[in-house]
Nanobody
Framework: QVQLVESGGGLVQAGESLRLSCAAS????????IGWYRQVPGKQRELVAS???????TYGDSVKGRFTISRDSAKNTADLQMNSLKPEDTAVYYC????????????????WGQGTQVTVSS
């Protein structure tokens, strides 16, 4: 079992930055990839960014060039640096971990955090 706890959400203005952090605990040795999804009411949860155990990153098209994901394997954390935020980035952001087949463009993670709200005002 893997437990994930997000932190760092909040309210910012457009153009500002925010950093989210995800702390993993439990069977962290089994994590093959870790990342972030986001969801707004009425829409499907979408992949924001993910990073494999080996450091390979994947980004959603809408955040490429603005968001950066990083991972500290020693601390079992994964951070999402979000720059140049836009109102359309407003969503609940969820941390997710893959312990099975890791292919973020095809398969969602099988462990999830509770989510953290990010609100970007115009």
């Amino acid at each position: 079992q893997v437990q994930l706890v997000e932190s760092g959400g909040g309210l910012v203005q457009a153009g500002e930055s925010l950093r989210l952090s995800c702390a993993a605990s439990g069977s962290t040795f089994s994590i093959k990839g870790i990342g972030w999804y986001r969801q707004v009411p009425g829409k499907q949860r979408e992949l924001v960014a993910s990073i494999s155990r080996g450091g390979r990153t994947t980004y959603g098209d809408s955040v490429k060039g603005r968001f950066t994901i990083s991972r500290d394997s020693a601390k079992n954390t994964a951070d999402l640096q979000m720059n140049s935020l836009k109102p359309e980035d407003t969503a609940v952001y969820y941390c997710s971990a893959w312990t099975g087949w890791y292919e973020p463009t095809q398969v969602r993670g099988n462990y999830w955090g509770q989510g953290t709200q990010v609100t970007v005002s115009s």
